[in-house]
């Protein structure tokens, strides 16, 4: 780097927020904490840096911790027994490879389609494969035995869904929100992307 420029490339942080938190790391679940990159506090603003986020790390992790203590004899009791898990009519998986393919192409398109510069039709191209995607993780979820690698497709596939979605409803350029469609900033109040229950149910 004292004979050229070096490489700068920006690290996929493609949720810069997170669960919504009190000052004491509480989301709106019950008995539901969260800490770091995970969380949105709203402390550091509309563009948080990841360094940030390990400073929370460290505060909130304290604040929780003190939280759980404070309520810990008032907590509800655990669940009883659950009924043991029926796999009767499932196989075990034959084909995992089936699994990182589609993990390692969802991380594939995200990059390409929904990256740092989005357009409407590659934000469309991407919510449409990753519809597609959903369709063969329910399939495979149905018939064969649960793996750990196929449960976290699904989630990172249903994380996926909803920034292709709130990238769509997005009609502006702001922060780290950059459209080619829509270059420039709405002129309007500036406002957080906040995903309620109802946005799951299609999914």
Same mark, same amino acid.
């Given at each position: 780097?004292?004979?050229?420029?070096?490489?700068?490339?920006?690290?996929?942080?493609?949720?810069?927020?997170?669960?919504?938190?009190?000052?004491?790391?509480?989301?709106?679940?019950?008995?539901?904490?969260?800490?770091?990159?995970?969380?949105?506090?709203?402390?550091?603003?509309? %563009?948080?840096?990841?360094?940030?986020? &390990?400073? +929370?790390?460290?505060?909130? #992790?304290?604040? /929780?911790?003190?939280? *759980?203590?404070?309520?810990?004899?008032?907590?509800?009791?655990?669940?009883?027994?659950?009924?043991?898990?029926?796999?009767?009519?499932?196989?075990?998986?034959?084909?995992?490879?089936?699994?990182?393919?589609?993990?390692?192409?969802?991380?594939?398109?995200?990059?390409?389609?929904?990256?740092?510069?989005?357009?409407?039709?590659?934000?469309?191209?991407?919510?449409?494969?990753?519809?597609?995607?959903?369709?063969?993780?329910?399939?495979?979820?149905? %018939?064969?035995?649960?793996?750990?690698? &196929?449960? +976290?497709?699904?989630?990172? #596939?249903?994380? /996926?869904?909803?920034? *292709?979605?709130?990238?769509?409803?997005?009609?502006?350029?702001?922060g780290l929100h950059y459209t080619r469609d829509y270059p420039e900033p709405d002129t309007g109040p500036a406002h957080d992307t906040v995903l309620v229950p109802e946005h799951f149910a299609a999914?």
């Open positions: 780097m004292t004979r050229q420029p070096i490489p700068v490339v920006p690290a996929a942080h493609y949720t810069c927020g997170g669960a919504i938190t009190d000052l004491k790391a509480r989301t709106d679940i019950n008995g539901l904490y969260a800490v770091g990159e995970c969380a949105f506090t709203g402390l550091h603003g509309a %563009n948080r840096l990841a360094s940030n986020s &390990l400073l +929370e790390c460290v505060v909130f #992790a304290t604040a /929780a911790a003190a939280d *759980i203590a404070a309520q810990f004899d008032s907590a509800p009791p655990m669940p009883g027994n659950l009924p043991p898990w029926d796999e009767s009519r499932v196989s075990d998986p034959d084909e995992l490879v089936v699994v990182s393919h589609n993990w390692d192409e969802l991380r594939r398109f995200m990059w390409d389609y929904v990256g740092i510069v989005r357009t409407t039709k590659r934000l469309e191209r991407a919510h449409h494969r990753v519809n597609l995607l959903h369709e063969e993780i329910r399939e495979y979820y149905s %018939n064969f035995r649960i793996h750990k690698d &196929l449960v +976290e497709l699904r989630n990172l #596939a249903v994380v /996926a869904e909803l920034i *292709i979605r709130s990238a769509l409803a997005r009609r502006e350029s702001r999914l």
